[in-house]
Structure formats: C-alpha cells, structure tokens
C-alpha cells in the first residue's frame, strides 16, 4: 500500500470518528499515533511523545491563548456588552433597523477586547435579544443579527484563530492583527448594509424605536470609555511595538480584572468561575493542538503535503483558479467541522500549495493574506449548516425559536461574507494595506 493510500485512509478515519462524535483531539492522536506506529515503530512513537508535548506546550507564543479568553472572559462579566449596546442604540436606535445596526456595534467593540465568537454570540444573545424583541422585531431576524454579529468576535482582532494560524504559520502575530483590521471593518459594514437591506424589503422585521434623549446618549457613551481604553491600549501598544503580543494580551487582562473591579461586577466567586472557564476553554485548545502536532507528523511521514503540493502544481490552471477551489473546499468544511480543527487539519497539506502558486506577492505577504481569508472562512462556517455553531449558540439560548428560522436568518449574511472573501482574494491589497504602511 502506498503512502499516500494510507495518508488518505488516515483521513477519511479521522473524519469518521468525528462524524462519530469522538472528541476531535482524542481523534487526532488516535489516527496520528496509529500512523505514525505504522511508519516508524512504536519505540519511535512513544520517544517522539516524550519530547513532543513539552517543546509544543513550551512555546512562549502559546501564552497569549489562555490571556485573550481570560480577558474575554472578564469582559463577559463586566457588563460592557450592555453599555456597548445602549451607547449605539443611543445614537442609531430610532432609525428602521437601527437596533440591529447598534447591535453589529457593539458585537464590534465587544469583539475588540473578546477575540471569541462564541463568547460574543452567547453574551449579546443574552444583552441585546430582550431589547430587541421588546422594541418589536422579528425574532429570527435578531437572533440570526446576533449570530452573525457574534462572528465579529473573531474577525476584529485581536483572535484567538490569528494566534494559531500565526504559530501554525511562523508568522509574526502583530502583522496579522493588522492585516485584520480592514477585512473586520468590512465586515462590519457589509452586515449593517444586509441590515438596511433586509429593513427596507420588510419593514415589519424591525419597527421604528423612540429617540433616545441626548443626555442619555452621552451618559450612555461615557459608560463604554473602558472599552476604548483597553483596545486603544492593547491594540495601539501591539502595533507601536511598545509591548509584545503577549504582554499587550496580559495587560487587557488586568485592565479588564480592574475594570470588573472597579464597577463591582465581580466578586471571589465569579473571579473563580472566569478562571475555570480559562483553563478549560485554553486546555481543549492545547489538546487540539497536541493531537494536530501528531496527526502532522504522520502526514509528514506519508509526505502527502509535499505530492499534493507538486500535484497541484503540475496543473495548468491559473493560480487563482486554484485559490478559489481552496477556498470552495474551506466553506463546506467550515459547514461541517470546528474551526479551530479544520484549520490545525488542513494547513500543513495546503499550505504548500499555496505557497507554490505565483500571486505576485513575497511568500510572507502570501502566508498574511492566506492567514485573513482562512479567518473569514472562519467566520463562514460559524453561520453555515449543518453545524454552523454561532446559530447553535443563539438557538440553545433562544429555545423559543425554531433553528431552522435562524438557518434561513443567516442567509444574507451568508452571502455578505463570500462577497467579501471574493473582493479580499481579488484584492490582497486591501489586507497589506496596513501592514505595509506600518512596517
């Protein structure tokens, strides 16, 4: 049997036990360490696991993981989703839709100190809903608003799916912050712009709401300046090159922490309950990446990267042809798998073939743009059935509405999200823009 026959067996295991709903780490070490039993011995598998997890888990890089959820985390508890949420309400809230507009951004500033979409659909799901259908709009389409703002906890940096990518990559982490920051406030405006479209073909979806007194709107923007300062903060003292990623994502966390503090919205109980949910949300991801480290080294033995990558460029299409079927292949997985997964899954086979292809770009300018379409694809999946864990989020909190509403909900967001992925592969300009004005 040839090494690439069995590199494929070991895939289409690996999917298997998924689709079997076998933890996705616990089915990557299962088939890695089988393969890898299979080319090398099982003396050289158990050396290779007595060294492997301790130069993985010893990376400094790692280190910014568990600090952004926590600082998330923090976030979640200090009750900004509602001030963010009240502060553009304020300002665009009786306009038709302006409810949702407010409610995209806030997703946006929340998603500027969070760098999770779980974390941001679950906190507005639960911040904005009841406003919304307090105010008369139609449930499906708050809550597939929600869902789709919630994908914003991802895009706007900073992310934890960047940080990954970034280690997966060997890629500097603050250029791709930056490279981010464009395509996240497309991103932004592209669902405002479904928001105007969808209010103006149905205006029932979302009555119009009473103006809020001007007072109450600079009291209601006042309350959000913590926002601003830790994301100036962070973000501008990444960027400045003041601090490194890991210490800017240290220093949110103890602004938020004090920032909690301050406005005694927590106390030793939920200070613990934050903690837990840090250690468990950053020990399945440090599992995933243990399993992915030795489903690649299995690979690595079939060397099924590097034939896919001299397969793919012996054909004779256009390298953008070839982006495109990547990216056609990366929306049906994003529909089926955990993003995280299907990018520690994928990249070390296509990897290679991107940067075998000729974009007219320097391969680390490739690795940066690739690395921002991987994130919005991200972001795809997060909304696309079958899985679409964004919409399960919304729907377990929303019991009352049926998922197949929000399904449908998602749709013109849906189609917002490829059109930018479309202009932003036309286009990488529009991702190195900023990285290569503040190099």
């Not at 951004?105 to 979409?117: D, N």
């Not at 079927?325 to 990897?351: N, Q």
Request: proline share 6%.
């Amino acid at each position: 049997m040839s090494n690439t026959s069995v590199a494929v067996i070991g895939l289409v295991a690996l999917l298997g036990f998924i689709g079997l709903r076998m933890p996705v780490a616990l089915a990557m070490i299962v088939v890695g360490g089988a393969g890898y039993i299979h080319f090398s011995g099982l003396a050289t598998f158990l050396s290779y696991m007595k060294s492997t997890p301790y130069h993985l888990f010893s990376n400094y890089t790692l280190s910014v993981i568990p600090l952004f959820i926590l600082m998330g985390s923090f976030a979640e508890r200090s009750g900004l989703s509602t001030q963010l949420f009240r502060a553009a309400s304020g300002f665009v809230g009786h306009r038709r839709g302006g409810l949702a507009y407010a409610l995209i951004g806030a997703c946006t500033g929340f998603g500027a100190i969070c760098g999770s979409a779980v974390a941001t659909t679950a906190t507005f799901g639960r911040a904005a809903f009841p406003e919304l259908k307090r105010a008369g709009y139609d449930e499906a389409f708050a809550a597939s608003t929600i869902a789709a703002g919630g994908t914003l906890g991802i895009l706007i940096p900073p992310s934890v799916i960047l940080v990954i990518y970034a280690i997966l990559a060997e890629q500097n982490i603050a250029k791709l912050f930056m490279a981010a920051i464009i395509p996240g406030i497309m991103a932004s405006v592209s669902y405002c712009v479904v928001v105007w479209v969808v209010t103006w073909l149905r205006p029932d979806k979302a009555p119009l709401a009473p103006a809020m007194p001007w007072p109450d709107r600079m009291k209601a923007l006042v309350e959000v300046w913590p926002v601003m300062v830790v994301a100036v903060a962070i973000l501008g003292g990444i960027y400045g090159g003041i601090v490194t990623t890991t210490e800017g994502a240290a220093f949110g966390a103890t602004a938020m922490l004090a920032i909690c503090l301050f406005q005694r919205t927590i106390g030793p109980k939920e200070f613990a309950e934050c903690l837990l949910q840090t250690a468990e949300t950053s020990a399945m991801i440090f599992l995933i990446l243990l399993g992915a480290e030795i489903f690649n080294g299995f690979l690595s033995l079939t060397q099924l990267p590097e034939n896919a990558a001299a397969a793919v460029a012996s054909w004779t299409l256009p390298p953008y042809a070839i982006l495109a079927v990547i990216l056609a292949i990366y929306v049906v997985l994003g529909g089926l798998m955990d993003e995280i997964a299907m990018i520690l899954l994928t990249l070390p086979v296509v990897l290679p073939i991107v940067l075998g292809l000729d974009f007219g770009l320097p391969k680390s300018e490739v690795l940066i743009w690739f690395g921002i379409l991987i994130l919005m694809l991200c972001g795809v999946g997060l909304l696309a059935p079958p899985i679409g864990l964004g919409v399960f989020v919304v729907s377990a909190i929303l019991r009352d509405i049926p998922i197949s509403r929000i399904y449908k909900g998602v749709l013109p967001y849906l189609a917002a999200d490829i059109m930018r992925i479309a202009l932003v592969a036309a286009f990488p300009i529009l991702t190195l823009g900023l990285v290569r004005l503040l190099q």
